[in-house]
């Protein structure tokens, strides 16, 4: 069990902490308003209402005794920032933030944050890349060269097993696991068979991917 403190109740911070308490971890939440405070102080261990800028607020809370820090405050790029240096100042060892453009993300890297991510941008290029794939339901982008997807079993797949299909030597891709209906099939056998409406989650490099994709 870690400890993980969240800064910044939006949505992107409140499904960071709730999904960290849910699999067990301490997660003290964090917020300058009372409101998102108190909405989420039954789904995680400790919520705070407090000035994330303010350096003595932070250091009274013990923020350096945690595993890691979510930065997660919206439009506040100032607020952001400050949070940011402050919590590698005192001494957190591992701090995310949420940047809305690559400018922030860019001051965000230069104050020492070991992880800047964009989740409205993600978000929107992977909307993009199902709309212009009608059989991908979802994209996950694991490094820029390398990604995982839901993909629909194609009639060229249905009715072969995995050996047979040979994706790995063909396409270079692995796949890690079918959904069939309400039930996953974590690490398939090589002697299972692709049936209609299967959903194969696929791992591998872009391009790879763009070849199953299309097969």
Known sequence: MKQ???IGLGRFGVSVATFLAGKGHDVLAIDKAEEPVQNIADQVTHSVQADS?????????????????????????????????????LGVEYVLAKAQNEMHGKL???IGADKVV????????????NLVTSNVLDYIELAPDYSIIEVVATDKLIGHTLKELDLRAKFGINVIAIMRGQEIN???EATDEIQARDILIVMGHEKNLER????
């Open 108 to 110: 965000l890297n230069k």
């Open 53 to 89: 800028t303010d350096e003595c607020a932070l250091k009274s809370l013990g923020v350096c005794n945690f595993d890691a820090a979510v930065v997660s405050i919206g439009d506040d790029i100032q607020s952001s920032v400050m949070t940011t240096l402050i919590l590698k100042e």
């Open 118 to 129: 964009y989740p409205e941008m993600d978000m929107g290029v992977r909307v993009a890349k």
């Open 4 to 6: 993980f403190v969240v």
């Open 212 to 215: 199953i994709k299309e097969h």
């Open 186 to 188: 974590v690490n398939p």
